[in-house]
């Protein structure tokens, strides 16, 4: 047994950084088990994490980027504007989901609890879980028209939900007042309360087993490593500034107004600088992130390509990766808004500033970097109103087509980039809702064609079989297409369409509460991924199998 004293062995440290991240994994596992809605529950969309006692991230689950490689920033914000660590205790649990003080967008409910051992702070664990609506404007909390945070939903400034072991029951009942499915809210985060202790009892063990000393040692050196692992990827990159412009369709209130995503890359030796400075201004509509959410997508971008190369092999996900990046962004940009902008649809912004990196990073290597996937999430919000007036809540959050690569084609229909969601299975919307879903399939075409062709979108059709509905959609990609590379072409635009007495009627891409009424269908159609090099010189077997296969419209 290694004593305070004693110095780590390597081994020691490779036992203690699996033992964190199986730690963070049995915590993912908490949360799948015991929640309640179907977005946590199904769709999967949330994530857990262990920090350091400083508040970075040590370890993660296999959950979602945009949580992942914020949930850092959002803890030091705590820790450095609201929450002394002198007053959070063991037994304290502090929640928040207020962009503006380190959260993502406001369903996405960030827990933290510290952990402690001998008296010493030795880390934190945390979980975020995207809840099934919190208020505001539209069921789901997903508007597409609020112009300030205040019509979004219920802010939650830092507060602590557990003092002392025992619940701030105030602060449980000014949750239940102001949300349309108080008891699936609830239900999800006392899952995420559950998945804490899960944490912290995982990290007691380890702690008994090697002392707070080596604990806060280990830490350190953990991201040392990955840090060393980050230059030494960097280094394998050719020095250079590499340029790249995105674009998002418009913030649903100035229609048809582009927002630009433009990255300036510089690499130098072991470091990267990413000057985000020639991004659009912060919008109206609610397209807008925040600093830390646009950041979890330069941080996703270089590690996956680092990843990519002969020295990445060993990079650990913590936030010694973050060391040798630099990020530029002023405030006032669409990506770092100021408050108090509405920024619901932020994934829309990290989603595209992804693609964007990508087509920065293909200059710098482009063995590694596949064309643009669909870039979006085509979130679907139906709240159905039964003929008692007992309200039901869906929300569903689409995927499309990934970018086909340097040696494959896309995959089809695939959760890529900044997502890592699941599908909401149709038997168990249908056995929950008074919804059917009339078809859920493969939209042939809409790949960017090439040597190698873009994955396939989908499309995914709704019926309305209670008497009333109110459908919300906030979407994007239907004007602007996911690119393709080194002469690929770019993918399909998704499409949003009303059947009503045999008559498809298009619905804007950014719609709040559309009233729908029994026997109306809602189609969504999906992009797919952007193709890699020259259609002529695909393979003459690949492209007789696509028209064998239906890939082709």
Same mark, same amino acid.
């Given at each position: 047994?290694?004593?305070? /004293? ?38 999967? $969309? ?33 820790? #450095?504007?609201?929450?002394?660590? /002198? ?66 939903? =219920? ?59 080596? %604990? ?29 412009? $995105?674009?998002? $369709? ?10 630009? +995503? ?13 000057? +985000? ?16 959410? #646009? ?35 002023? /405030? ?63 929300? /569903? ?14 995959? #089809? ?44 979108? =989908? ?15 906030? %979407? ?8 393709? =590379? ?11 369409? +009303? ?52 890939? =082709?419209?």
């Amino acid at each position: 047994m290694t004593t305070p /004293e004693t110095k780590l062995g390597p081994i020691d440290i490779e036992v203690i950084r699996n033992a964190l991240t199986a730690a963070a994994a049995e915590m993912d596992v908490t949360v799948w088990r015991t929640s309640r809605s179907t977005i946590v529950r199904e769709l999967l $969309d949330y994530s857990t994490a262990v920090f350091d006692a400083e508040g970075w991230n040590l370890a993660q689950s296999a959950r979602i980027p945009g949580h992942l490689n914020s949930m850092s920033a959002a803890l030091r914000t705590l820790l #450095s504007d609201h929450v002394r660590a /002198e007053d959070w205790g063991p037994d304290d649990v502090v929640i928040t989901n207020d962009p503006y003080c380190g959260g993502q967008h406001l369903p996405d409910i960030i827990a933290f609890r510290p952990v402690f051992h001998e008296g010493a702070r030795i880390a934190y664990v945390g979980t975020l879980c995207h809840h099934i609506d919190v208020g505001g404007l539209v069921a789901g909390s997903y508007p597409s028209k609020a112009t300030e945070i205040f019509q979004e939903g =219920l802010r939650i400034p830092p507060v602590k939900l557990i003092e002392k072991g025992v619940r701030n029951e105030a602060v449980w009942a000014i949750i239940r007042q102001n949300i349309r499915k108080p008891d699936l809210l609830l239900g999800d985060l006392q899952s995420q309360i559950a998945s804490l202790e899960v944490g912290r009892q995982a990290l007691a063990r380890l702690a008994l087993r090697f002392g707070a000393a080596a %604990m806060l040692e280990a830490g350190r050196r953990i991201l040392d490593m990955s840090e060393a692992a980050m230059r030494a990827a960097l280094a394998e990159m050719p020095d250079g500034t590499y340029d790249f412009t $995105d674009r998002l $369709d418009d913030d649903g209130i100035d229609l048809g107004r582009e927002i630009r +995503l433009h990255v300036r890359l510089t690499i130098a030796g072991d470091t990267a600088l990413v000057d +985000l400075s020639g991004c659009s201004p912060q919008v109206q509509g609610p397209t807008n992130a925040t600093l830390a959410s #646009s950041n979890a997508a330069v941080m996703f971008a270089l590690m996956s390509a680092a990843l990519g190369g002969g020295r990445g092999g060993g990079l650990a996900m913590n936030a010694g990766c973050y060391r040798p990046i630099t990020v530029v962004a002023p /405030e006032g940009l669409v990506v770092n808004a100021r408050a108090p902008a509405p920024v619901a649809h932020r994934v829309a912004v990290t989603h595209r500033l992804l693609n964007a990196m990508y087509g920065a990073l293909h200059q710098a290597v482009p063995e590694r970097i596949p064309a643009a996937y669909y870039g979006c999430s085509y979130v679907t919000t139906f709240q159905t109103v039964r003929a008692d007036a007992r309200r039901d809540v869906l929300v /569903e959050i689409e995927i499309g087509g990934s970018g086909a690569t340097p040696h494959k084609d896309g995959v #089809s229909a695939y959760a890529s980039g900044m997502h890592n969601n699941s599908n909401i299975p149709v038997e168990m919307i249908e056995a929950q809702m008074p919804l059917t879903i009339m078809r859920y399939a493969l939209l042939p075409g809409t790949g960017g064609d090439g040597t190698w062709r873009g994955g396939l979108g =989908l499309v995914r059709e709704w019926r309305i079989d209670s008497a009333r509905c109110f459908f919300t959609a906030n %979407m994007d990609r239907f004007f602007s297409q996911p690119y393709g =590379l080194a002469g690929g072409l770019p993918a399909s635009t998704g499409r949003l369409e +009303l059947l009503r007495d045999g008559k498809a009627t298009p619905i804007p891409p950014k719609s709040d509460n559309v009233p729908l009424v029994q026997g109306d269908i809602v189609r969504l159609s999906t992009s797919g991924g952007g193709g890699f090099g020259a259609p002529g010189e695909r393979d003459p077997a690949l492209a007789a199998r696509d028209r064998r296969m239906g890939y =082709l419209a």
